[in-house]
């Protein structure tokens, strides 16, 4: 059976800026990555890798692996990751790239729990409160 390729549209717009809703992916990235000077990979969820040579000033990426355009959120420093959340509201950490820190798949599972019960905890202190 033969694979048909579907054909993406363009996400280009007016100046060459995607409109609001065209990325496909949203990812976050340390702010101190990109003053640093240095390359660094962001990775796509395809597994393809998009490396990032500063001074980058562009505020997305298309990854060459799945063309997905992967808008870069820009987080102050290098927080190594930032809270968020699943569908069903259960908090989980969100790695930031670029970052110089642990993944936080990388922090101990001692680490991560002690983390994500004080989220839980901030978390229903402000639906009591």
Request: net charge positive; proline share 9%; charged share 25%.
């Amino acid at each position: 059976m033969k694979k048909i390729k579907k054909k993406r549209k363009p996400h280009v717009a007016i100046g060459g800026v995607p409109p609001r809703n065209a990325y496909d992916l949203y990812t976050f990235v340390a702010g101190a990555a990109l003053e640093g000077g240095e390359p660094f990979r962001l990775d796509c969820n395809c597994g393809g890798v998009v490396t990032i040579m500063p001074p980058f000033q562009d505020e997305y990426v298309v990854c060459a692996r799945c063309e997905s355009t992967i808008k870069m959120i820009v987080i102050e420093g290098d927080p190594g990751y930032i809270i968020g959340a699943d569908p069903d509201g259960t908090p989980k950490l969100l790695p930031v790239q670029g970052s110089k820190k642990p993944h936080p798949i990388e922090l101990s599972h001692s680490e991560r729990d002690t983390i994500l019960a004080r989220v839980r905890a901030q978390v229903e202190k402000k639906k009591v409160g």
